[in-house]
């Protein structure tokens, strides 16, 4: 092939690529393009064309239509996904059911699990229903499960799966909800698979519900640009009631993105509620984050504040740039954006707390620990600090350590900070 096919071929590949980002969302910028070009070269296998630039070429080749999208979605989506996943999300819709009860409100609750893959989430969350909040009765629980990809929702409809999908669970404690066929598969209970709806909706362009208590779209914003992620997140946003939430994957939360919404930070999650008022403007995604104090916890282990209790500069370039690579899908070039803005600003306490406080978000306890030590170098009596260095500890099992952390950061807090303080308080409480 002559260097001149070599660029004809590249861009075919190029604009299959934005045809398909236009239509689906699905981004293939940076790192993903390999991923789109070998999912080109089985699609043509499937397809009978005789590889990827065939593929790339028929894909740009007619108008574009549902049947496309659903075609690419099977070859171009990822169905990782497992029972009882981050299970605060589903302590999170208990709370919401127990609400609801409480309230005295006749209506349904009414879930949506917004790219549901294979099923093993909206089952997860009709089944932590059925089991944590026995007193709900199934027919006041309305859950919609959906997603791009059909051949994934013909999975979840026939709710049968394999030990896999509870490799964080064990199946056997799951009955009667999950019962064994006796040949390594494991089929939901009928009663619990007629709770849920399934129906293809692409996040993308389609027709979204509306009225939902709680939305949980985990793992998928990944998969979008960030303008694309930030028009998904709106338009999930107005299919909530006002005061539902939205759960993402806490690597998918920055309060840049999730305009209208006060972040609540657990321990190990991040949820966002809804506020009443409109959401405002978009902001630009590359613009600076404006990091919000989130409302207190409504659950056990909160982390209460995710701005830094003493004054960040505004224009703070580099957690910037860090927030729009982690938001652009680009992991580890966010942490690595990050080290390098951890070194050039060793002197500020501000950024070192906020970037402890990232790493921790991103699953990055060593660098979050290195961030931490620095912020009590400069500022030795921050509480917040401790509080953050107690999460480092607890999570690596050091629990009395841990506990000596939260009773230094209970007495830094003081009445200055009394809400740190009092989450301290209530977590060393729980410890004992
Ligand atoms: C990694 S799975 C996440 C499954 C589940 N939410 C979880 O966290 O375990 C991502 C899902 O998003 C779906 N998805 C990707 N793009 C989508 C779109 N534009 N509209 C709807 N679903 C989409 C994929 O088909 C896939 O099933």
Request: charged share 25%.
């Amino acid at each position: 092939m002559s260097a001149i096919d070599d660029i004809v071929v590249a861009d075919v590949f190029d604009l299959a690529a934005q045809r398909v980002e236009a239509a689906t969302g699905l981004t293939f910028a940076g790192l993903r393009r390999r991923q789109f070009d070998a999912a080109l070269e089985r699609m043509a296998g499937a397809l009978g064309l005789p590889g990827a630039a065939a593929c790339a070429s028929w894909l740009l080749a007619g108008p574009w239509d549902d049947a496309l999208s659903a075609l690419c979605a099977r070859f171009l989506t990822v169905g990782e996904t497992y029972f009882l996943r981050e299970p605060r999300a589903f302590d999170l819709v208990c709370d919401q059911a127990r609400a609801l009860l409480a309230r005295g409100t006749v209506r349904p609750l009414r879930i949506w699990s917004a790219g549901c893959c294979t099923g093993e989430e909206p089952y997860s969350i009709a089944l932590a229903l059925r089991r944590d909040v026995p007193q709900l009765p199934p027919e006041r629980v309305d859950i919609l499960a959906t997603d791009l990809n059909d051949a994934f929702l013909d999975v979840a409809r026939a709710g049968v799966y394999p030990r896999w999908s509870f490799r964080r669970t064990d199946p056997a404690e799951l009955a009667p909800f999950i019962q064994s066929l006796g040949d390594g598969r494991f089929e939901v209970d009928a009663t619990l698979r007629a709770q849920v709806r399934f129906a293809q909706l692409n996040l993308a362009s389609g027709t979204y519900p509306s009225a939902m208590d709680v939305i949980v779209c985990r793992n998928v914003l990944m998969y979008f640009g960030p303008d694309q992620a930030a028009r998904v997140v709106a338009r999930l946003r107005a299919a909530l009631v006002d005061g539902g939430w939205l759960v993402v994957n806490a690597s998918e939360a920055s309060t840049r993105l999730f305009q209208g919404f006060t972040p609540v930070y657990l321990e190990d999650a991040v949820f966002f509620r809804k506020d009443a008022l409109p959401a405002p403007a978009p902001v630009p995604v590359e613009s600076a984050p404006a990091a919000a104090r989130p409302a207190p916890a409504p659950r056990p282990e909160p982390l209460p504040a995710a701005a830094p209790t003493a004054p960040v500069a505004p224009d703070d370039a580099a957690m910037a740039r860090v927030h729009a690579l982690a938001q652009a899908g680009g992991r580890e070039e966010a942490l690595q954006c990050l080290r390098r803005a951890v070194e050039a600003e060793a002197l500020s306490a501000p950024l070192q707390q906020r970037a402890a406080l990232f790493a921790l978000e991103q699953g990055d306890p060593a660098l979050a620990r290195h961030c931490v030590r620095r912020l009590l170098y400069l500022e030795p009596d921050s509480a917040f600090g401790h509080y953050l260095w107690a999460l480092i500890e607890d999570a690596a099992g050091r629990r009395p350590r841990a506990r000596s952390l939260l009773r230094d950061c209970r007495r830094l807090a003081g009445a200055a900070d009394a809400e740190l303080g009092g989450a301290a308080a209530a977590w060393l409480e729980r410890m004992s």
